[in-house]
């Protein structure tokens, strides 16, 4: 397992101090499967300042569609040949189609009727039971035999700055025979690793996580914790890889039970940086791609400028798909290590 990276230095002039020079460092990091790059850089304290989320929140409950009142009356319902009832209902939480679709078998999960929940209160009872409707969801889809029950994929935007249009706590939650870019990237190369060294990326790099402690946060049931060498996000990204699991379908419901925790404990821990939103994707392969194991990202997500609404994604990342992460990861999970 090679973790490499290129350091590099700027010189700038200080015209406050007499124009006395001022080296900064920073580091381009190769992400170790992909090759995909990410530079550590931007040095800063990982604190930011929480907005009046009752501000934020109030008002907005009045034209949200996932509210109880409205919930069953303006969202879409499958067709008979997919989901007869149209809805899948377990206690107050709803899947129904995605009413923007970008793939076949999309749909919404929400969870229950609650129109705002702060990130912290998000239980793990509550995300396993989620996180388990969605799984419900994909079960069927898988027994109808669909073409395209080949992935199966949920998504979580948590509030506004991760991408999120409503307020209200949802999951994307949709099945597909086409493989996202970077899960598909990382599919082939996995099973490149496979058969280049005859082990799994995924074990081989768990086993290298552990060695070194540098980045690993801790193991619940079968999921390994760590933080990534080559981050996406600005404040670092959490990497739950699950022993023996290749697929979403694989995971049981102690499995679940033991995401939800460690995502708890993760969301813990960025909140007392000031960080309220956030991403989480699934990663996964088919059952029969033994090169791959199922994974999850989480990633935090902020304002470059929080009074102006300046998004943490800008030109470098959105054009050139290169990451800027504000902190060294290893420092990163010498805070998340504390709720380990
Ligand atoms: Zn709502």
């Avoid at 949920?154 to 996202?180: K, R």
């Avoid at 058969?195 to 619940?220: M, N, P, Q």
């Avoid at 996406?232 to 419901?253: F, I, K, P, Q, Y």
Wanted: glycine share 6%; hydrophobic share 40%; aromatic share 12%.
């Amino acid at each position: 397992m090679k973790f490499e990276a290129i350091k590099k230095e700027t010189v700038i002039l200080n015209p406050q101090k007499d124009m006395a020079e001022r080296r900064i460092p920073s580091e381009i990091r190769i992400d170790p499967l992909t090759g995909r790059t990410a530079r550590i850089c931007h040095f800063m304290k990982l604190q930011w300042e929480k907005p009046d989320f009752n501000a934020l929140v109030s008002g907005t409950e009045a034209w949200c569609p996932f509210c109880a009142d409205k919930v069953q009356v303006v969202t879409p319902c499958f067709p008979k040949d997919l989901i007869p009832e149209g809805r899948l209902q377990k206690d107050d939480m709803l899947i129904f189609p995605n009413i923007a679709p970008y793939d076949s078998i999309g749909a919404v999960a929400t969870f229950g009727a609650r129109h705002y929940i702060p990130m912290t209160e998000f239980t793990p009872a509550l995300m396993a039971s989620a996180f388990g409707f969605a799984l419900d969801f994909f079960r069927r889809i898988e027994s109808t035999g669909h073409p395209e029950s080949v992935y199966h994929i949920i998504n979580w935007n948590y509030m506004p700055p991760a991408g999120s249009s409503l307020i209200h706590p949802h999951l994307q939650v949709f099945s597909t025979s086409t493989a996202p870019n970077l899960m598909r990237q990382e599919l082939e190369a996995s099973r490149h690793y496979l058969d280049s060294h005859g082990s799994c990326f995924w074990e081989d790099l768990v086993a290298a996580e552990i060695k070194t402690g540098e980045r690993y946060l801790g193991k619940i049931g079968r999921t390994h914790w760590m933080t990534t060498f080559a981050p996406m996000g600005v404040a670092g990204d959490v990497l739950a890889v699950l022993e023996g699991a290749r697929s979403t379908l694989d995971l049981n419901a102690q499995d679940l039970q033991d995401i939800a925790a460690g995502l708890a404990k993760v969301i813990a821990e960025y909140d007392k940086m000031g960080i309220y939103s956030f991403n989480m994707n699934f990663f996964t392969g088919t059952r029969t791609d033994e090169h791959f194991r199922f994974h999850l990202l989480f990633s935090p997500r902020t304002f470059f400028n929080q009074k102006l609404g300046t998004p943490d994604v800008g030109a470098l990342r959105n054009l050139f798909n290169e990451t800027l992460c504000m902190a060294y990861p290893e420092e990163i999970n010498d805070m998340l290590k504390q709720g380990f």
